[in-house]
């Protein structure tokens, strides 16, 4: 049995020598394997290594504040609009939301859609005085909007006191933070956010379409704001459009005078304010040097209600309990 087994082991590794046509196919499969062998190799060194340390997002609790200053007035597209800033609002970290209202107190509709939002936020409310508000067929440019607003909003920043729902306490002293102003129908990206957060003093970058030009922004050089580049009015001391800047909290708060002025000419509000602050030069320019735009002075067109007023008169309108 042994001798019958050695001879048939024999004549076994005899034919494995000899050249057969299944040699290619083996010879593939070899080369397949030494080339997997390589790979879990490498695979297991890569194991081997340290992971790389992962970047590490800091804690929410180390960012400085963003306070978000909102004006708003009751309009057809009011809740449209406001759902959509506070859904962008809701994907920054670290974020006060203050929604000020022209409207003598808080309204359901915006109270409800603060209460829904899951954002930290102050409700505030001022009525524009009757000599500020725009008159019916006046176009909507020659009385600058929101004015009283922005302004409630400065006062309970510095002083706290009149906030009509949600988060009642100012900013402790010594709270880091930033002030930017966002009109609830402008279109902001995310990423806005995070190049204004670590602002000194006032940061600036461009906005697009404004101003009759696809964007107007700060021109820099070798990282300083050395000009504008706007069509209109040029000379202003800061032809900033209100969505192109932020400032930072110590530094309003150590202004307590700097704030909008209603009575200030057209397109010189931004200036009101800023020419307390800052001196052109030491804008901080952000968004890759004023390179990227990351907010747009979006227009939300006014709905037609001519079918709407037809079913009134007909007594079946739309059923008013119904929130739009
Ligand atoms: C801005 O410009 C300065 C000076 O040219 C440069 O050092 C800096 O890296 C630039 N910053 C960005 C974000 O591109």
Not at 16 to 23: A, H, I, N, S, Y
Not at 94 to 115: K, M, N, Q, Y
């Amino acid at each position: 049995y042994f001798l019958v087994s050695i001879a048939g082991l024999l004549y076994a590794l005899v034919q494995l020598g000899q050249p057969c046509d299944c040699l290619p196919p083996l010879r593939a499969a070899a080369e397949q394997l030494r080339q997997k062998d390589l790979r879990i190799s490498q695979l297991q060194a890569d194991l081997r290594r340290p992971p790389p340390v992962p970047a590490q997002p800091p804690e929410p609790e180390a960012l400085p504040t963003i306070y978000v200053v909102t004006p708003t007035y009751a309009r057809l597209v009011q809740k449209a609009e406001l759902v959509r800033l506070s859904q962008t609002l809701s994907l920054v970290p670290r974020l006060h939301w203050l929604l000020v209202e022209d409207a003598e107190g808080p309204t359901p509709l915006v109270s409800g859609l603060l209460a829904a939002s899951g954002l930290l936020f102050t409700h505030l409310a001022v009525l524009t005085p009757k000599a500020q508000r725009l008159r019916e067929g006046e176009p909507g440019w020659v009385r600058p909007r929101g004015v009283e607003q922005r302004n409630r909003a400065l006062d309970w920043l510095r002083s706290g006191g009149g906030a009509v729902g949600g988060e009642k306490n100012p900013p402790p002293a010594g709270t880091r933070g930033v002030v930017y102003f966002a009109d609830d129908d402008n279109t902001y990206s995310r990423e806005l956010f995070e190049e204004m957060r670590w602002t000194r003093g006032v940061s600036v970058w461009p906005v697009g379409l404004v101003g009759g030009l696809r964007f107007e922004g700060p021109r820099v050089q070798d990282g300083r704001v050395v000009g504008f580049h706007t069509a209109w009015e040029p000379n202003r001391p800061f032809p900033l459009d209100m969505a192109g800047f932020a400032v930072a909290l110590p530094l309003l708060l150590a202004k307590p005078n700097a704030q909008f002025d209603a009575t200030a000419p057209r397109g010189h509000l931004e200036s009101s304010l800023l020419s307390h602050l800052v001196d052109p030069k030491d804008l901080e320019p952000r968004a890759a040097n004023c390179t990227r735009v990351l907010v747009w002075h979006t227009r939300t067109e006014k709905p037609k209600m001519k079918q709407e007023e037809q079913l009134q008169r007909q007594g079946r309108g739309s059923d008013p309990a119904v929130e739009v």
